[in-house]
């Protein structure tokens, strides 16, 4: 890989990340039917039901988060 290539993947996963944290946040927010803090976002009972949006945002934050973490050579 080449260095450009990592850079670009970086930003790349920077912003689907950024883009899934959103969505989820709003999710969760309309949810509750308040904003939510960031150690909010991991409790199980915030995922949502299988099928739900909520869950769909919180999977794709997860995918995101993990994709970010492998860009970026975190375990």
């Known amino acids: 890989m080449h260095g450009h290539d990592l850079d ?4 790349v996963t ?3 990340f950024a883009l899934a944290d959103a969505e989820r946040r709003h999710e ?3 949810a509750l039917g308040r904003v939510v803090k960031d150690d909010e976002l991991v409790p199980s009972a915030l995922r949502g039901r299988a099928g739900s949006p ?3 945002a919180f999977e794709q934050r997860q995918r995101a988060f ?3 973490r492998t860009a ?3 375990p």
């Open 54 to 56: 909520l869950r769909r």
């Open 8 to 11: 670009d993947r970086t930003i």
């Open 66 to 68: 993990s994709e970010w």
């Open 72 to 74: 970026r050579g975190v």
């Open 14 to 16: 920077d912003v689907e």
């Open 28 to 30: 969760v927010g309309r």
